[in-house]
């Protein structure tokens, strides 16, 4: 039965070779073993466990004691052959169809996890804690999700965090909207999250960068640095704004960004939820030389003196930006309703 077992397995482990393929760059990162090593253990010839049995057939171990004889009984037979590090995805492309294929080799595979990182098997269980980056998070997933592995998805679900990063890390996130596949990022958030913050069933490739925040919070991702917080400005109307697919966010360590196709609330709650207090400020007006350059006329629409003349256009964020720099931004009136946040904004800049 045993050498029956084998062969079954090691067909299986012949056609995975294959798909093993596209996970090559894990093997150069990581010590992981060759096929000819795993080939060795699978097909090295043991006297399989057969339970003391009574006169009528029914053993006289029952329950954990049978288990624990049989683990015992592998263990002690495959004790003389060499460890095998096979990658979690070499792992889960083998046991995708049957979770309890390596139970017998147990004792002497070993799962290379990303980031190289060791994670043993027990029964057909993964066991261990993982700390990865968001990347490896995400790969470990979607390799759990493409082979319909229950055991790996429930390992990444439950036993996986991501570490913490900096805040300028935070915002790049936010600037990459296309490095972020949003369908996967969809699947990982809970459905009860995705309705409480309206998500859309089929998300754009411009919430990338804050789905992206959503997951890196959902599993215990912060800001490696205290005293965090970020700034973010918009316009009390977007009419006559130029260019106003882009928003602006200050983070606390000075640094001004331009994010393009921002989710403001959608960010602004992200932030919170990763150790970054966030304010949300509503300008009215834009300030140059100390007197406005952009402002809301009683039509509700931003415009311009130019040359003496007015127009109804507003390079809001080109504007905005210069004016944190000089230092103009602090003779808005828009300080009479902010004039904590103004306060603050004024002692990083």
Not at 9 to 30: E, H, K, T
Not at 32 to 44: C, I, M, P, T
Not at 300 to 311: M, R
Request: glycine share 6%; net charge negative.
């Amino acid at each position: 039965m045993l050498r029956n077992c084998c062969a079954k397995f090691i067909s299986r482990f012949f056609s995975a070779a294959v798909l093993l393929v596209a996970f090559g760059n894990m093997s150069l990162a990581c010590e992981v073993s060759s096929e000819a090593e795993l080939f060795a253990l699978l097909s090295k010839e043991v006297t399989p466990f057969v339970p003391s049995t009574d006169a009528d057939g029914n053993t006289y171990l029952k329950g954990n004691a049978l288990l624990y004889a049989e683990l015992n009984h592998y263990r002690n037979a495959y004790s003389d052959a060499d460890f095998v590090r096979l990658s979690y995805q070499r792992y889960a492309s083998l046991t995708a169809g049957e979770d309890t294929a390596l139970n017998n080799f147990e004792s002497r595979i070993i799962i290379v996890g990303p980031e190289c990182a060791d994670i043993q098997l027990f029964q057909g269980e993964l066991i261990g804690n993982l700390e990865v980056s968001l990347d490896s998070y995400v790969q470990m997933y979607i390799t759990a999700d493409n082979l319909g592995h229950e055991k790996l998805k429930q390992f990444v679900g439950e036993r996986v965090k991501i570490r913490a990063i900096s805040i300028d890390e935070i915002v790049n996130m936010l600037l990459n909207d296309l490095s972020y596949d949003t369908s996967v990022m969809m699947k990982i958030l809970p459905d009860e999250l995705k309705q409480s913050l309206a998500l859309p069933e089929v998300a754009s490739h411009r919430l990338g960068g804050e789905l992206a925040l959503l997951v890196f919070a959902l599993k215990g991702g912060k800001v490696n640095s205290e005293d965090n917080s970020a700034f973010i400005f918009a316009p009390a109307t977007y009419k006559g704004v130029v260019n106003d697919q882009k928003t602006v966010i200050l983070q606390s360590n000075g640094r001004i960004v331009q994010i393009p196709d921002m989710f403001i609330d959608l960010t602004s709650y992200g932030l919170s939820q990763v150790n970054v207090p966030t304010t949300v400020l509503t300008l009215g007006e834009v300030i140059k030389d100390k007197k406005p350059m952009c402002e809301i006329d009683e039509s509700g629409i931003w415009f311009s003196i130019i040359g003496g003349a007015k127009v109804r256009r507003c390079a809001f964020n080109e504007l905005l930006i210069e004016s944190l720099l000089t230092g103009d931004w602090i003779y808005s009136r828009d300080r009479l309703m902010y004039p904590r946040t103004f306060k603050a904004i004024a002692e990083l800049l």
